[in-house]
């Protein structure tokens, strides 16, 4: 079969490798249909885990996000999986037998598997499910650790979206920041609240007032750098914020610390792979069905910016996705 692969210097080819027939047992092999390019996958080309080690994969298939049909099923996994529709997020449960999913058959184990209802197309969710959980699994720990409402700082990304969904089920305050008009009308046109404006002379004030109203302590940082130093002042006392994101983080983020001692606020790394949530795998099941049972709201759906073939690679990792639109490669 065809499969994108990386290389020693973590560069990328086209190769041709086995095609696997038989799933080792907790296993099921998955016809993709369609895989996402993540910021992780360019990320972690050039840049070890934060363990200091490269990830690897069977037959060095790369890719961490995908969708398709799982066609068979290996020992002790539940029959319900067998020809279903699922989307995939590998690094859910590290295996020595997995496959990346950037290849036409996949190997994984089938915790890593969402099902998906019969009546979606795969490919609106080739990449959903590690957004989906990374804002579950941080709701979950806000939750936890005494808060009761969010700021999400990247509100018209991807995890902005999901935040927006998840937050208006569950009944959680949230105010949602963007820096353009045109992603402000997009929101407030889905039914979103609490849109604010980064760009407007007032929003220091304006979100100061909107936290403190809705005791929005929790930050979920999508952008960092300089928008989080606007921020710092205007939140809530004992807010925590939570970095989750780098896209402004090369211009640095500037204010005192005085804020840090007054108001009681904490600042401190996000990764949605170290929660309990996902940690804890009776937790990461049960999350797993409370997502199947709203997987198909549209603002959970995959943003596809482009569809690219397996030997348009290096076009498709250069794609531009910062308006939020994902890459997407194609088996079929």
């Known amino acids: 079969m065809k499969a994108i692969c990386y290389t020693d210097d973590r560069s990328l080819e086209v190769r041709e490798v086995p095609t696997l027939t038989e799933p080792a047992a907790g296993h099921v092999l998955v016809n993709m249909d ?11 080309l050039g840049h070890p885990l934060p363990n200091g080690t490269w990830a690897t994969a069977l037959h060095d298939i790369y890719g961490s996000n995908g969708g398709g049909t799982i066609a ?31 290849c036409e058959t996949a190997q994984v184990p089938y915790e890593t598997c969402l099902i998906l209802p019969d009546n979606v197309r795969v490919r609106d969710y080739n990449g959903s499910l590690a957004n989906i959980l990374t804002i579950y699994a941080f709701l979950a720990q806000a939750q936890s650790e005494g808060h009761r409402g969010i700021i999400a700082t990247a509100g018209s ?17 949230a105010i949602f920041l963007v820096r353009s008009e045109a992603s402000r009308d997009t929101l ?14 007032d929003f220091e004030e304006q979100l100061r007032d909107l936290a403190t109203r809705l005791d929005t302590t929790a930050v979920f940082d999508g952008v960092g750098g300089e928008l989080l130093g606007r921020i710092v002042p205007a939140l809530p006392e004992g807010a925590t914020i939570y970095v989750a994101g780098i896209m402004g983080a090369a211009k640095p983020a500037v204010f005192s610390t005085m804020h840090i001692v ?4 904490t600042i401190k790394r ?31 759906a ?31």
């Open 34 to 44: 369609s895989a996402s390019i993540m910021h992780g996958d360019k990320f972690f």
């Open 72 to 102: 068979a099923i290996g020992a002790g996994v539940p029959e319900r999986y067998l020809e279903r529709k699922v989307a995939i997020y590998k690094a859910l449960k590290p295996s020595a037998e997995a496959t990346g999913l950037w």
């Open 157 to 173: 990304s991807a995890t902005g979206l999901i935040a927006a969904a998840l937050t208006r089920r569950m009944g959680i305050p």
């Open 188 to 201: 407030v046109g889905k039914g979103i609240e609490n849109v604010l404006l980064t760009s407007d002379g």
């Open 262 to 265: 007054e108001k009681n606020l």
């Open 270 to 300: 996000y990764s949605v792979l170290e929660t309990v949530t996902l940690s804890d795998p009776v937790k990461l099941a049960a999350a797993t069905r409370d997502i199947e049972a709203l997987i198909d709201d549209p603002l959970l």
């Open 302 to 332: 995959t943003r596809i910016g482009k569809e690219f073939g397996f030997d348009k690679i290096e076009e498709a990792m250069t794609y531009d996705s910062s308006a939020g639109l994902r890459p997407v490669l194609v088996t079929r």
